[in-house]
């Protein structure tokens, strides 16, 4: 999978007050997850999930609050792709991560926040992937009508694992027929879908249905 390299400031004030100033400078309030804690010195209590790193005080800064801005994620976001986000933090410290929930504004759908989840080398994640349809189906020749049903599926696996792509070889795909998830495998991959959800179809037209009638009366 492709990475996408993004910068995150950790947050020093938390509450509703800072998350307006944040988003009024133009920045998204975000959150990092999964990531194991340090020992550094912090007054207060810390969350699970969230990490320390060193600052000018001393104390150290909660670094799962963090704000990135809305011009860095956009090519992030905006994109039928799917990527590994290198996260710096701090300047300094990186860690890998997906994105795992986003909030829009519902009026005009900007963003408001983003959850990332950090991933490591030797534990599965679960991400969803684009499907890539290859071949000319036989179904679509006898006059048939392809249809995509899922453009993405989800997957489990180690991300070294994890393609760009989903390739689903559609060649021999017949008129009315189907392609389901149970039909589908990928090396070191585990399809997290339901079993009998339809990826893609080559649906009846009334052309195709008129010359299977005309052929049947013959």
């Keep these: 999978m492709k990475t996408f390299q993004l910068e995150g400031t950790p947050r020093e004030t938390l509450g509703k007050k800072a998350v307006k100033a944040i988003r009024n400078k133009g920045g998204i309030p975000a959150i990092l997850y999964g990531n194991e804690p340090v020992a550094l010195p912090y007054e207060g ?14 104390k150290g800064i909660i670094v799962t609050n963090l704000t990135v801005t809305k011009e860095s994620v956009r090519n992030l976001i905006y994109t039928p792709e799917v990527f590994l986000v290198e996260l710096s933090l701090a300047g300094s410290k990186k860690v890998m991560a997906l994105i795992k929930d986003m909030q829009f ?22 991400i969803e992937v684009p499907v890539k349809l290859e071949g000319h189906p036989e179904g679509v020749k006898a006059g048939g009508k392809l249809s995509l049903e899922m453009r993405k599926l989800k997957v489990k696996g180690l991300h070294k694992d994890i393609p760009e792509q989903l390739i689903i070889d559609i060649t021999n795909l017949g ?24 990826v893609c179809a080559v649906k009846l037209t009334r052309a195709a249905r008129g010359a299977q009638a005309t052929a049947s009366g013959k």
């Design 175 to 198: 008129l009315g027929k189907t392609i389901q998830i149970g039909s589908l495998h990928y090396d070191k991959l585990e399809l997290v879908n339901a079993k009998n959800a339809v």
């Design 45 to 58: 209590k810390l969350n699970k999930g969230e990490t320390l790193v060193n600052a000018s005080n001393g």
């Design 105 to 126: 504004q519902p009026v005009n759908d900007s963003i408001l926040h983003i959850d990332f989840l950090e991933i490591f080398e030797n534990k599965p994640i679960v």
